[in-house]
């Protein structure tokens, strides 16, 4: 926390003015980060923190729970897309007026919530996205760097929306985004189907630069690159048969 | 008459019976028997005389009967799948329904 400094940090829920903020945090397995990332949102001064645990077989949610976050549990795992989802629909039940997502495994920082709410609050969109290759703080690996913008690309043909990143789970919604984004998928196909919604019901959307910081931790949980190609797949699908 | 047509028209015989014995106790509608029962006598129909597909097959411009058989199963395989893989997919979703309003439950009042 002391790299940022508490006033900062604090200011950065404060200006996000009085609106409700959540933090929603799918996770499955995370019991070794989960306290950590909670305690540094926490710290952040983020006080509305929801942890969907996925149907964990280690102790996440008494972990997330003793740092302080509202847990749900799912009773068997459904995948990150349906933790999402259900972290969402209970951010709306209380009245968020934002949504923030966010991953359990330690990738992202606290620090990147302000700048992705400023977006949101001075009505510049309705989606703020973090890239991680807006900032030349994120250690990408190479090739997760090519898979990452030819999903972009990929993006940019199938929907016409333009990214610079594909796969980025951290990102903040309006209410009335989070309200009509209705995600299907219950794998990890979820991201690309944000930005379908996204283009579907023309939502306003921007990119804000997040640094991503890859551990060999985050590396070994997050998706292998293999996994693309599933997502490619589950797209077409989709496309086809809807 | 070779041994697999034989056994073809007996166990076509038998699966005949089962469906007519299911309309009588009233287990099924009549369109459903019928349409078994239409299926089964083709069976018998094939087994007895097989040259009638390839008259068949030929009327859909397929040189043998068997070819025809083989080509409409797999059309129907290929069906078959695709319901699966919908009905699955939607068995999918319903359980993520429930697990999802299992954990909302719980979470009620706060």
Redesign the interface.
Known sequence: MDRHGPHNLWRGAYDAGMKKTYIVIPAYNEEKKIGDVIRGLRGAGYGNIVV?DD?SMDKTARVAERAGA?V?????N??QG?GL??GI??AL?ECADYIVTFDADGQHSPSSIKPLLAALSNQKAEVALGSRFLTKDSNTPFVRAIFLRGGALIFRLFYGVNLTDSHNGLRALTRKAANSIDI?C?DMAHASEIVEEIARDRLKYVEVPVTITYSDYSKAKGQSTLNSFRILWRMLLNKL?R | MGFIQIFGVLFALFALSRAVIRYKNKKSTFSSMAIWLLIWLSVILVAVLPQTTSFVANLFGIGRGVDLVLYLSIILLYYLIYRLYVKMEDTKKDLTSIVRELALKGKKGE
């Open positions: 969907v149907g509202t749900l549990r799912h009773i068997i459904r995948g349906a989802k259900t629909e209970f039940r299907i219950d048969l």
